[in-house]
C-alpha cells in the first residue's frame, strides 16, 4: 500500500484529468445541500436564471 500523498504532491485542479461518470447514472443532491440553509437559491441554465423555493408545505417549486 503507497503512502497518501501529501498536499505538496497533488496537482492543481488544471492539471488534473476530468472525472467522468457513466451516462446512466443519475447524479443525487440533497435540497440541503443546494439549499444551504435558505429558503430560495438562484440556479443559472443556459444564460436563463431559475428560482429554486422550498416553501412552508415543504414543497420544492421551480420558477424561470
Do not use: C
Amino acid at each position: 500500500m503507497s503512502p497518501r500523498p501529501t498536499l505538496l504532491q497533488l496537482k492543481p485542479r488544471a492539471e488534473r484529468a476530468p472525472v467522468s461518470f457513466p451516462l446512466d447514472v443519475n447524479a443525487t443532491f440533497e435540497s440541503t445541500a443546494l439549499l444551504r440553509g435558505t429558503r430560495e437559491v438562484l440556479i443559472r441554465h443556459g444564460g436563463e436564471v431559475y428560482r429554486l423555493r422550498h416553501t412552508r408545505n415543504d414543497k420544492l417549486i421551480l420558477t424561470k
